[in-house]
């Protein structure tokens, strides 16, 4: 089951963008007075379609789930050749090349434009996420060593406010890729602000596809260990462990929170473990022994506060939507920026992900709400209109540097040329899907 739900969470989420997009470049057509003949989601052979509209438009789901299309009237193609004068005026390469730009850009614009509108919903809604709280650090991590100690709370980063842990996260891989320090804003506990820096040495050695936030020490606050629920007939139920109970230290060591405690006891399976535990005021010691669980690790069976602190992250209608806007154009940067210094070798090629990848982060994100998926395909959507505004040979950016080429030369760039580039990025794309699965793989594995 989760397979499928996995499955079904990618294909609504491709979906609704490859839908998107290509609606983009219909309306535009449709606007700019140009014949469109077929609307398909998916490649390859039709399996079902209908027809509508004025222009008897074929409307198509095609068997390969993996894009779509739009196909006008165009002279360039023997089989949707125009017929008639009429058909003439509305074929594609007769149109102006303002016109034939607007219809190719209008795709990737339309995935901004969705992310936008996502991202801005979600916002005006309120969106509940993880605090810049900080736990305790170890001392020889980088955020310790700048000043930054656990309990307080990061405010901005290089200057660019942030309210949650996400937000922080976006920051600090857009320093890494500038491999430039981090100046972080951070409230204490005791309510004072002030500055620390993280050198730009540290962050620079940062890997922007793993955790960038724990390589520098940064986890989320989290509350101390407080028992609220005991499953019976556990080893916490025989050694005399009840709700509200707070467990302070394991072993004569204090626990920061539950996390500390799974821990311990994960890895004290069949070892006797000595807990300093305060109840109603009083401290006593009690002692527990963990049992072994099917993978080998120990359990107490209870259940022990762990959430960390939230906080709900909202706006105005206007404000969300400039805040929306905001965040698609530093995301659709960010991503401009990693791909180009994965070509100058800066950035490890490792971070290419494909449809494997994508599904499970589907999939994942579609368990955990509404919410995250959307944010989700918010993100995609970036990245997807991003991706076709690359200059490669059978994207929208080579389309929109070949007419933009016409207009700078006055003239049309010869055939031969444009079927010669069109095998080059097919073979191109190729390369970098095997690339993405490859990768893919590798996380499995």
């Known amino acids: 089951m989760n397979l499928i739900h996995t499955i079904l969470a990618f294909l609504v989420a491709l979906g609704f963008l490859i839908l998107f997009h290509e609606l983009g470049h219909y309306w535009v057509a449709r606007l700019c007075g140009v014949k469109v003949l077929r609307f398909s989601i998916g490649m390859g052979k039709v399996v079902w379609s209908r027809r509508f509209g004025p222009d008897q438009t074929e409307w198509a789901l095609s068997a390969l789930p993996i894009g ?19 058909d003439f005026a509305r074929e594609f390469t007769s149109q102006k090349a303002y016109k034939r730009i607007a219809i190719v850009a209008a795709g990737p614009l339309a995935n901004f434009i969705l ?38 709370t990061i405010l901005a980063v290089n200057d660019e406010a942030v309210a949650s842990m996400p937000d922080l996260r976006m920051a600090i891989v857009a320093a890494a890729v500038d491999k430039r320090e981090a100046r972080l804003e951070v409230r204490s506990e005791g309510g004072n602000t002030y500055r620390a820096t993280i050198p730009a040495s540290k962050i620079a050695q940062l890997d922007v596809d793993s955790d960038v936030l724990g390589a520098l020490g940064i986890a989320m606050w989290r509350p101390r260990p407080t028992v609220e629920q005991v499953i019976a007939g556990g080893p916490a139920e025989h050694a005399g462990l009840e709700k509200g109970d707070l467990i302070v230290a394991v072993n004569g060591k204090a626990l920061l929170d539950g996390v500390d405690l799974v821990q311990a006891v994960r890895a004290s399976s069949g ?6 535990v305060q109840r109603s005021g009083r401290d006593f010691p009690l002692a527990i022994t963990p049992e072994r669980d099917a993978s080998g690790h120990g359990v107490i069976k209870v259940q022990v506060a762990q959430t960390p602190e939230m906080v709900t992250v909202s706006a105005a209608p206007l404000q969300a939507f400039v805040q ?3 965040k698609t154009w530093e995301t659709a940067v960010l991503t401009v920026k990693l791909i180009g210094k994965m070509i100058v070798g800066q950035v490890s090629w490792k971070n290419v ?3 494997i990848t994508i599904a499970d982060v589907a999939g994942q994100t579609a368990s955990a709400g509404a919410t ?19 200059p490669i040979p059978v994207l929208d950016g080579w389309l929109l540097l070949y007419y933009s080429l016409e207009v700078l030369t006055g003239r049309p760039l010869p055939e031969r040329f444009g079927e010669v580039a069109q095998r080059a990025g097919v073979g191109l794309l190729f390369m970098l899907m095997a690339l993405a699965v490859f990768n893919d793989l590798a996380r499995l594995l």
């Open 68 to 86: 779509g299309y739009v196909k006008m009237l165009d002279a360039r193609d023997p089989s949707t050749a125009p017929k008639t004068q009429a």
């Open 324 to 326: 929306g806007a905001r």
């Open 271 to 276: 070892r006797t473990l000595q807990l300093e």
């Open 372 to 390: 995250p998926y959307l944010q989700f395909i918010a993100f995609v959507s970036i990245s997807l209109g991003v991706m076709n505004l690359l």
């Open 353 to 355: 992900s494909g449809p």
């Open 115 to 152: 992310a936008i509108v996502v991202l801005a919903a979600l916002s005006m809604h309120g969106v509940q996420e993880p605090s810049t709280r900080l736990r305790a650090m170890p001392a020889t991590s980088a955020a310790y060593q700048a000043g930054v100690r656990g309990g307080d």
